[in-house]
């Protein structure tokens, strides 16, 4: 039996992001919240003597729509202890984070950051290294656009953070007994698909990727089976037959 979903629909395809629960997740789903746009997620998770804010998001292409995006994002977090954004966040406020093409720094994130106490976790790892989730079709252009942000008060408990390729099998050729295949743009953050990993977990913080291990404020063993996972909405279009 499948853990339970949450889903942000959209009957756009520039839309519709999810978070996935193991069944045996031993935890408890307080409340949750979206937009109707398909772009915002938020899920209180509750554990003992702890609260996390999951908030999965897909921000608009478009830079005016994405500042306002991120101006009203707070609107959609639960009161929480911790909070852990995660997603296509579609803009960058570093330049390291681009490569090719005119450089368009983001300073609404910085202040988002700094107004909600989050950081930007594979940087903290990584301050300066230059490293892409996505490249155009001819490779000339790329960006570190999907990303982390999780509170301050979590960032002493997390060992590593990295990007990697990631694969998915689409529906329908699983149907058919056909084998993975990677999904159209060469690189993905594979931070997006797990948050919680699937083996030596004792902590209710960390991708797939490698965000995570060790205990949290309130909690300090996770069962090592625990994964919630973090669907981009380019992965959901792959994966929907």
């Known amino acids: 039996m499948a853990g339970p979903s949450f889903w942000s629909p ?13 069944e045996n997740f031993e935890g408890k789903i307080v409340s949750w919240n979206k937009d109707s746009d398909g772009r915002i997620l938020s899920l209180l998770l509750e554990l003992p003597n702890v609260r996390i804010n999951l908030v999965n998001i897909y921000a608009p292409v478009n830079l005016t729509e994405c500042k306002s995006f991120f101006e009203n994002l707070h609107k959609f977090l639960l009161h929480a202890d911790h909070f852990v954004i995660g997603g296509d966040f579609n803009c960058y406020d570093h330049a390291l984070d681009k490569f090719g093409g005119n450089i368009s720094i983001a300073p609404y994130l910085s202040e988002f950051r700094s107004t909600f106490k989050v950081v930007d976790i594979w940087r903290r790892f990584h301050p300066n290294v230059s490293e892409m989730s996505w490249w ?50 060469p690189m993905r953050l594979s931070t997006w698909t797990s948050l919680l990993r699937r083996s030596q977990v004792t902590s209710t913080l960390g991708p797939s990727s490698g965000c995570g291990k060790t205990g949290i404020p309130g909690r300090n063993t996770v069962p090592g089976n625990l994964v919630i996972g973090f669907v981009p909405t380019r992965s959901l279009h792959a994966l929907l037959p």
């Open 136 to 185: 155009n079709a001819n490779l000339t252009v790329s960006n570190r656009l999907d990303k982390f942000y999780i509170s301050k008060s979590l960032t002493n408990f997390v060992q590593k953070c990295d990007i990697s390729p990631l694969r998915i099998r689409h529906v329908a050729a699983e149907r058919s007994g056909a084998a993975q295949f990677r999904p159209p743009s």
């Open 10 to 22: 959209t009957a756009e395809r520039q839309g519709v992001v999810a978070i996935l629960i193991k």
